[in-house]
């Protein structure tokens, strides 16, 4: 069920700093969806965009979505420490109820 | 604070031995799924139920691996059995899934090591 693609697979950066994370996909989508999973611990749903959305917002989170293109990206802005994380991004084809994940870009935030 | 449940949390078994995983989902949530997590293979869909139907179990090994539902509040998740190979956390996640909500929550894992 691995289809989706993260890039970068490791980002650095400063605290403070903006992060921008990719995700591309190879079919037709319902919703995308990207969550969170600190190391050791299970995965937290972040945010959701459905197929006809653009773009949305969730705090510091901003993600966007391209269905021409297949892609989606996230970003975190002035990003912290707390931050350090895994991110996934998950998708959902129409009428069907299970996620696709990819393989998720591991964030460091250095204080 | 509603939260999907797991346990063990830690299991440590040799290769033969009978394994049972175990996941209360989330009061109310219709759907609960079972995905595997490795280094190697990421995180890997190995069966889901709706409404306490098994929908799909291809992710899964069916020559050693079982999943059942019997009752709203407990799923459960059996290899026998188990081989090294195994080795990885399991995760268990329960959804209100469907329009227009398609979020999951996730319990916090079943690392199991089989030696």
């Known amino acids: 069920s691995q289809q989706g693609e993260e890039d970068p697979q490791a980002l650095s950066i400063q605290e403070g700093e903006n992060a921008t994370m990719n995700c591309s996909y190879k079919t037709s989508i319902n919703n995308l969806q990207w969550y969170r999973q600190n190391s050791g611990r299970g995965l937290v749903h972040l945010i959701l965009i459905r197929s006809n959305e653009r773009e949305k917002h969730s705090g510091r989170l901003r993600v966007t979505l391209d269905t021409s293109k297949k892609s989606s990206s996230l970003l975190i802005t002035a990003s912290r420490a707390a931050d350090t994380a895994s991110y996934f991004c998950?998708?959902?084809?129409?009428?069907?109820?299970?996620?696709?994940f990819g393989k998720g870009t591991k964030l460091s935030v250095i204080p | 604070d509603a939260r999907v449940t797991q346990t063990p949390r830690h299991k440590v078994t040799e290769m033969g031995q009978e394994v049972t995983m175990r996941c209360q989902p989330i009061?109310?949530?219709?759907?609960v799924f079972w995905y595997r997590q490795t280094m190697m293979q990421g995180l890997e869909l190995l069966a889901y139920?709706?409404?306490?139907?098994?929908?799909?179990d291809s992710g899964m090994p069916k020559d050693r691996f079982s999943a059942e539902m019997p009752d709203a509040t407990l799923a459960t998740l059996k290899i026998q059995p188990s081989e090294p190979r195994d080795s990885a956390v399991y995760f268990c996640?329960?959804?209100?899934?469907?329009?227009?909500?398609?979020?999951?929550?996730f319990g916090p894992g079943t690392r199991l090591t089989v030696t």
């Open positions: 998950a998708y959902s084809g129409a009428g069907s109820y299970q996620l696709t």
């Open positions: 996640a329960s959804g209100l899934v469907g329009p227009p909500t398609y979020e999951q929550y």
């Open positions: 009061l109310g949530h219709n759907t």
């Open positions: 139920f709706r409404n306490r139907a098994p929908l799909d």
